[in-house]
């Protein structure tokens, strides 16, 4: 048995055979013969032939293995990253590395062959990204000197545009320290893409062809939904909502009379069908944390009368219509719609369960544009997607006076709720990217030679990346992207096999000129 | 003009253009026309069209640009290198990145679609390989631990014959902290094989195939040949001869009647054509340092009578023929050979200077077998490949008696002198995997998860690495690496577009538990 099957091997009747342990590689050979009718397997391929063995040598025995290959005695995930060459014989762990390396050459064949990208390596050791997430260090000999290990190749690709490689992509090995993050992989792949003389709809029409030429489950035919920022927020409380089943908020912001003014407030309300019935106490507790968390008010559909007013009451009845019960989120508008947009998922999940709300599609891919191009943050502006990112030509008036309400032209691709890509239109005038960095506090000095790669008479151009280990495990149905990874870390970074982070000698230290402390 | 051609645009008459700097990019809508007879250029694919320009519109101006893209005033590297994003428009870098692009990507569709090979992605963080060369460490926020970046994927690669992926490859970035070695990078590309129950003829004849199929230039039609460590070391004085040329030493070593019985003994002769002529000072002072630094005898022709005898040199003279010239190099014999070899070296290319050596064939790759699988190192044995390799069977009762007799079942892969692969069968059995490792001195403590794999019953298997940045470099008949790699690192693994390696703030330091020292 391997990855291409399984046949029945029997021996003759005088032959002995040496006492083999399972796991076993053995070398056979014999002759094929018909299984005798009665013996026949119809659900296996080789199902009606055996191989009757007249030699047989063991090429390695297998000993002491830590857990058996069972499906119905699945160990642990810790047993199994421990001894993850076992563990990948599983028949859903060949299976998901087997389609990974597919759906990546065919996204290659798709790129190279039929819209003629270039694949180009970029280096991964490299300085560090002003603003961006924690990055890896690496000493070097040099006293005091570190390389950072790249996040993106975001600054590479860009300079590749100017260097007329007018049509890149790159399976593209990233790093994050976001040790933290569950789910999250210190090391990780993404499809980069980047095009010159192209725009907005020119990136999202070429990934839509990509994905569905390339997606091994079926995918809806392009072009898929795009919503913006502002309606996937007001309408399912997220950036990245999974719309593989219809359920929406509605706002009754018109029935507060008093705060029809207030720009900041909203209200909305979760509608679901009457027979989930009431919440239990744990989804109550979960709503109280939400409720902490958001600084909303939400009340449930029991209470709306008492803690709203029997008049409102019946209007919001009269809104969500007679069968229906509801989730009310009031307060600060985005706030209140992200509360409610968690509160939406295990209302979900709940409804999903009892058969109260059907699957519309496997799988929703959609588009969220127009996001905003800076978000407040603690010290000022802070940048929504990266600060190479193109504001909306419709909105660059407001720069200077009012650039919280400047949309960008980014855009995320959501997939049944998990963002998995996303990209934007790049500056390409170095000017205005002067001025971006400026706004959000980064030191140009840093990106002088990135500067002056847009200052050298850079094309327009645009761009984005894909999560392969997120796309990849939601094509294999897998539970989580360490089941599409062949050798992942777990929890806090840590490889099970090896050990690794490990301590490291005192010449190492010396040759890097760093110390350790605690 | 880009990477795709040039064309030819025209203003009329009445038209003003703006002032418009070099490279800059623009966009032109026109009417193509037929230029006037007289103005065909037949040099050029667009040569008999040019464009009326309609409307023109610049994109993104150029200023300030370092250096002209003219190829006869090409900039000096450390120029280029600095500016990559304007240098990369040079029609040669243009051709290498893409043909690059082009090659993997055939060598890719070879090993996926014809011979259902897998990718896998294996981890960069790992732990320290016991043994190998030095490895860039990368400290975590756990005090004290640090990851490897990998130099290779070679345990992972094995374990995945462990976990039953029996045909495996992936264009591997690797890392090696190497940054005093000229023409190095600290990270590297390597398209990384690995297949089980196979064994040297067949991985050899896979890469035949490979090359065949995807090499860029004219390569000669497989098998390639195949001469043995002991032939190339005796015949060319190195494990990677360039045998684009014809250049061999003869042995003397039976007119040495008193040294006949002395194994460690060798004594070899160059033969070349008389009409080279004298060497110059220059190249006899080369020779003086050779002599140093293997600590051999060398006679130069005119010399072989006053140093050695008239009688020896009249032997030798029968032994090269009339119309030749020689060098002597005697001594312990692999140090003979070796600075014999490097002789040669410089010998040929003053040969082929002056037309008295013809070149036989743009690329000659051939294999080099038959290692020997320890080489004396200075605290006992140590691996002449990596530690995984196997011994030759013929050879496995001396292990014990002889190991620097046994030969291993490695191979190199060498083209035009360069070593462009290598690889071998690899030890299956985790007990002579254990033995292995304990001769070589190396802690079994720290590969326990290596030599569990083995014990899982892991199939027999052999693997190779090609260089891709050195065959890519010979395919574009580039004169180095950097020329074929998009943002390479100059000496000492610098990057002079960003500066990197960089002083890092003490917050990073203080998150990962370092101090630096000088």
């Known amino acids: 048995m391997d990855a291409y099957g399984t046949t029945q091997c029997i021996v003759n009747g005088d032959t002995n055979l040496p006492d083999i342990p399972l796991e076993t590689t053995v070398k056979i050979e014999g002759t094929v013969a018909l299984r005798p009718k009665s013996m026949i397997n119809t659900n296996m391929t080789t199902g009606e032939i055996e191989v009757v063995i007249n030699d047989l040598q063991i090429l390695n025995t297998a000993s002491n293995l830590p857990f058996h290959l069972r ?75 570190f390389y950072s290990l790249v996040q993106s190749p975001q600054q590479f690709k860009q300079m590749l545009m100017a260097g007329g490689i007018d049509r890149y992509f790159q399976v593209a090995r990233c790093y994050r320290d976001e040790s933290t993050r569950p789910d999250r992989q210190p090391e990780f792949t993404q499809l980069d893409i980047e095009l010159s003389f192209t725009n907005l709809d020119g990136v999202l029409s070429l990934i839509e062809q990509l994905l569905y030429t390339t997606f091994i489950q079926d995918i809806p035919k392009p072009p898929f939904k795009r919503i913006t920022y502002k309606y996937a927020l007001e309408n399912y409380g997220t950036d990245k909502p999974n719309l593989t089943y219809d359920l929406k908020f509605k706002t009754i912001k018109h029935l507060f009379c008093d705060k029809l003014n207030d720009s900041n407030f909203g209200a909305y309300v979760l509608p679901y069908p009457n027979e989930l019935g009431k919440l239990t106490t744990k989804y109550k507790e979960k709503i109280r944390e939400l409720i902490k968390k958001y600084k909303t008010k939400v009340v449930l ?33 985005e706030n209140a719609c992200l509360c409610l947009g968690e509160i939406r998922g295990f209302i979900a999940t709940l409804l999903l369960s009892k058969n109260l709300l059907k699957i519309n599609n496997a799988m929703v891919p959609l588009w969220v544009i127009d996001f905003p191009l800076f978000v407040k943050g603690e010290n000022g502006l802070e940048t929504c997607h990266h600060p190479f990112t193109a504001p909306h030509p419709e909105d660059i008036h407001l720069l200077q006076s009012d650039p919280l309400k400047v949309r960008s032209l980014a855009y995320d691709l959501v997939l049944n709720g998990n963002e998995v890509g996303g990209g934007s239109v790049r500056v390409h005038n170095a000017e205005l990217q002067e001025k971006l960095l400026k706004m959000l506090n980064i030191d140009n000095t840093k990106l002088l030679h990135f500067l002056n790669a847009l200052r050298s008479g850079c094309p327009p151009h645009a761009g984005i990346a894909l999560g392969i280990d997120r796309l990849v495990s939601i094509a294999c149905n897998a539970e989580s992207i360490r089941e599409v990874i062949a050798f992942p870390k777990s929890h806090e970074g840590k490889d099970p096999l090896s050990g690794a982070p490990n301590f490291i000698n005192e010449d190492d230290k010396k040759y890097y000129h760093i110390v350790t402390v605690d």
Chains 1, 2 share one sequence.
């Open 301 to 333: 559909y029991e209470n709306i009368s008492k803690e709203l007013s029997v008049e409102l009451f019946n209007k919001i009845q009269d809104t969500i219509g007679e069968r229906n019960s509801c989730i009310v989120s009031l307060g600060d508008n």
């Open 71 to 145: 499906d119905y005695q699945k160990p642990k995930e810790q047993l199994r990253l421990q001894h993850r060459y076992i563990d990948l014989r599983f028949p859903d762990m060949q299976n998901n590395l087997r389609q990974r390396s597919t759906m990546l050459h065919n996204m290659r064949r798709f790129l190279v062959e039929k819209h003629k990208f270039v694949e180009v390596e970029t280096p991964t050791l490299f300085c560090r990204t002003p603003g961006g997430a924690r990055e890896f260090v690496v000493p070097t000999h040099h006293a005091g000197l």
